[in-house]
């Protein structure tokens, strides 16, 4: 298991079984991105939000 297995456990989505899309950039920075399903409460909020802002 490395560190970055550990980081991208720490982000799971709480409310759907969310796809964890871990890429390095240039500089050797990982950056994690949650695909949420279409169902997910907690993305519906999250998009609700985006659109009022
Ligand atoms: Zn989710």
New binding site residues.
């Given amino acids: 298991m490395t560190h970055v297995d550990d980081f991208a456990r720490a982000y799971a ?6 796809d964890k899309r871990l890429t390095r950039d240039a500089l050797g920075i990982w950056h994690l991105t ?1 695909i ?2 279409d169902t ?4 519906r909020r999250y998009l609700r939000s985006e659109r009022s802002a």
């Avoid at 997910?40 to 993305?43: D, E, K, L």
């Fill in positions: 989505c709480p409310d759907c079984d969310a949650l949420h399903d997910c409460p907690w993305y």
